[in-house]
């Protein structure tokens, strides 16, 4: 099906490791890229191709996939990660762009 | 540093059309994917459509009917028109660079669109 599919809601402890997932069968062919959205902004990239990150973006930011799940990963979440994270890829055919649900961070 | 500038109209009426505009300010129009998307309030992202200097449009299949992109005279601009609005078109619309098909590395800094009678 052309979805991308993420967790409603994840929460880490401060400084420690998270993981969101976003799932779609697209994403076995495509790459991801991820945009983190905080309150009242635009979106921002964060993290595309196989694991690049733009510049500015902290290293402790990282991607991975395997099948047909993609993973962005934060390693030491900070307070001002708190934010929606969104991933992005095109659907099977590779035509029209999609977008996973969101996942709400909470840094705790 | 290359910004992207948006404007339009942010109050419509049921049956009319939205139209909105985005400029590229600082950076070159060709070789890259340029796109709407919105956000309803409280809600995720969706993608309208997109158009390239050298591609036809190419549109969300559940917007295709309503939705016209279109790119300026001056190859610097693109614009957005939606047909026959309704309260679910209550959005934030963004106009966005794609960096290549397959990530978006440039936001505009959004238009808050509400449709009542």
């Known amino acids: 099906s052309a979805e991308l599919t993420q967790d409603p809601a994840v929460s880490v402890a401060l400084g420690q490791t998270v993981r969101i997932t976003c799932q779609g069968d697209?994403?076995?062919?495509?790459?991801t890229s991820w945009y983190q959205q905080r309150p009242g902004q635009a979106p921002i990239l964060v993290l595309y191709g196989k694991n690049n990150r733009p510049s500015g973006i902290p290293d402790r930011f990282s991607g991975s996939s395997s099948g047909n799940t993609a993973s962005l990963t934060i390693t030491g979440a900070q307070a001002e990660d708190e934010a929606d994270y969104y991933c992005?890829?095109?659907?099977?055919?590779?035509?029209?762009?999609?977008f996973g649900g969101g996942t709400k961070l909470t840094v705790l | 540093q290359v910004k992207l500038q948006q404007w339009g109209a942010g109050l419509l009426k049921p049956s009319e059309t939205l139209s909105l505009t985005c400029a590229v300010d600082g950076g070159s129009f060709s070789g890259y994917y340029w796109s709407w998307i919105r956000q309803p309030p409280g809600k995720g992202l969706e993608w309208i459509g997109e158009?390239?200097?050298?591609?036809?449009?190419n549109y969300n299949p559940f917007l295709a009917n309503r939705a016209t992109i279109s790119v300026g005279a001056s190859k610097s601009q693109f614009s957005l028109w939606l047909s026959s609005v309704t309260a679910a078109d209550t959005a934030v619309y963004y106009c966005a660079r794609g960096g290549s098909r397959w990530y978006i590395d440039l936001w505009g800094q959004g238009t808050l669109v509400a449709v009542s009678s």
């Open positions: 697209s994403l076995r062919s495509y790459y």
């Open positions: 158009i390239s200097h050298n591609e036809d449009p």
């Open positions: 992005n890829s095109r659907d099977s055919r590779g035509n029209h762009v999609l």
